[in-house]
């Protein structure tokens, strides 16, 4: 049972265009959600989180979107540059059990052409 | 420099064999962890460690054993007892509740 869909394996866009990536929840325990950006053969990094007291954290070109009424997130890339394609992982974070419970998305591989 | 680091980066053992991939990390962080990522999926817990001494069974711990003897260390047995060892393996620490994960760059291991 998945908790955390990103319903898009695959995205692309042209370079300068803005890059949208989906992200659905569906555990009310969740209330922190960050992005992961991976490229091959690599480690995640982190790019950015938003706490569900929020409903948008910007940092740089990389905004997070975050609707808790509807559990979806988004990540918007404006604009999108040919660095940017890499495999991204949405997760959320929350309480369960008395213990942190942290849950990944398959991620949504993006491509950036130039 | 600050980081994780895993080796080896590529490993290949052959079915039956216990294998263990190291995980080492110089960032001062308490929580530690190990995910396994296969072809389309995300990223799945398989153990984790908030301190030296103690460790917890994630989603996928079966054949699977840790230990964390020091805070800086935190080593992943795959036992021949898991079915499907073939993978990419990463290491993570955090500095707590509510931070990033910072990742390692990984072992990809094929048991053949």
């Known amino acids: 049972d998945q908790q955390v869909k990103q319903n898009s394996p695959s995205l692309s866009v042209q370079e300068g265009r803005i890059s949208i990536l989906n992200c659905d929840y569906t555990n009310s325990m969740f209330d922190y959600f960050l992005w992961y950006k991976k490229y091959p053969a690599e480690g995640p990094t982190f790019l950015i989180s938003?706490?569900?007291?929020?409903d948008k954290n910007e940092d740089g070109r990389f905004t997070v979107f975050l609707n808790k009424s509807a559990k979806h997130l988004s990540l918007h890339i404006v604009p999108s540059q040919p660095g940017d394609s890499a495999v991204y992982f949405c997760a959320a974070s929350g309480l369960e059990g008395g213990s942190e419970k942290l849950v990944f998305g398959k991620g949504t591989k993006l491509t950036v052409n130039p | 420099d600050g980081g994780i680091t895993q080796s080896p980066k590529y490993l290949f053992r052959k079915e039956g064999q216990n294998v263990t991939l190291s995980c080492e990390q110089n960032l001062n962080h308490d929580a530690m962890y190990w995910y396994r990522q296969d072809p389309g999926q995300g990223l799945r817990l398989i153990y984790y460690?908030?301190?030296?001494?103690?460790?917890q069974k994630g989603d996928i711990a079966e054949g699977y054993s840790v230990s964390r003897e020091k805070k800086e260390s935190f080593p992943l047995t795959v036992t021949s007892a898991q079915k499907n060892p073939t993978a990419f393996y990463l290491c993570?620490?955090?500095?707590?509740?509510?931070?990033?994960?910072?990742f390692g760059n990984g072992t990809r291991l094929t048991v053949t």
């Open positions: 460690s908030q301190i030296v001494n103690d460790f």
């Open positions: 938003i706490s569900s007291i929020k």
């Open positions: 993570a620490s955090s500095a707590g509740s509510r931070t990033p994960l910072h």
